[in-house]
């Protein structure tokens, strides 16, 4: 590829702690295929043990672990021990996923937690896309019921915290333009496609991609949200969007981007 692809959103499947290595190993041989030149690997909430979690990933050349905010902390009465956690293991950000963890940007704690991560410079990782079944339990126990726009919310837990990096991820969904424009007013925040890119091809969305990667090169970052996608996948994608934009835009968009928000280059 031209433009290696740093995967802003890459996963693992469920399973248990004996088969953690072949799941990163999976995921790596998976992205070195496609030609990528590296990327994060997001926790999920009660998958994978925290420390196992992050010593296994951070084993593999090229991959940082980005561990998620624990499903149990929702009852903590002090969230800073789980922050101070995350510095003590060195690791570059946590993942918020509100659904898994029970921690809406609607919860009061939300912004202490944001606060406490820019206190501690570490880079928060908050997944957008708001839609789940009002009706069906939730998918995991003790889940957060989203607000119907989540946006207000997040803005103001971010009010006043210019200092923290945070990655948006997947975009808003179907609400790309409107979290871009969000995004395009706060400098310290990166918009991330993963998902977005992948689940609406066809849609009016490609139109709205296709102006990001042109016009709003130097906002974003893209991911695979594997095991959801492939990295072949995504990069085929991402090829159809970006063939024809200079060297400087697709590779601000693959790569530079979010390796300059996680300061992976001295920066």
């Known amino acids: ?23 990163i190993d999976a995921y790596a ?3 070195a295929e496609a030609g990528f030149c590296g990327g994060c690997v997001l926790a999920l909430p009660g998958r994978d043990a925290e420390a196992d979690f992050i010593a296994a990933v951070g084993a593999r050349p090229g991959l940082v672990p980005i561990p998620a905010w624990p499903r149990e902390a929702r009852d903590a009465a002090a969230p800073e021990t789980v922050l101070d956690r995350f510095l003590a293991r060195g690791v570059a950000g946590f993942h918020i996923h509100p659904r898994a963890s029970g921690l809406s ?12 991560a820019a206190e501690r410079d570490l880079v928060v990782f908050h997944c957008t896309y708001a839609f789940a079944s009002v ?21 103001a837990a971010l ?46 969305l490609d139109l709205d991609l296709a102006f990001m990667f042109s016009a709003f090169d130097r906002r974003i970052c893209l991911g695979t949200d594997w095991p959801d996608y492939s990295p072949a996948a995504t990069a085929a994608r991402f090829e159809g969007f970006t063939a024809a934009l200079s060297p400087e835009k697709r590779r601000n968009a693959a790569s530079d981007n979010l390796r300059r928000l996680l300061r992976l280059d001295g920066e």
């Not at 009061?108 to 606060?115: E, K, S, T």
Request: a neutral charge.
């Open 1 to 23: 590829m031209s433009a290696p692809i740093f995967d802003s959103h890459g996963g693992l499947p469920p399973g248990d702690a004996r088969d953690l290595d072949r799941r």
């Open 29 to 31: 041989a998976a992205a």
């Open 105 to 116: 940007p609607a919860d009061p704690r939300f912004a202490r937690i944001l606060r406490g």
């Open 135 to 155: 009706v069906a339990p939730p998918p995991w126990p003790g889940a957060a019921r989203l607000p119907v726009d989540p946006l207000p919310h997040l803005a």
């Open 159 to 204: 009010a006043d915290l210019p200092d923290l990096r945070c990655v948006l991820l997947h975009g808003g969904g179907v609400e790309l333009l409107r979290y871009a424009e969000f995004v395009r007013a706060n400098p310290h925040l990166l918009l991330d496609l993963s998902l977005t890119l992948m689940k609406y091809p066809g849609s009016s």
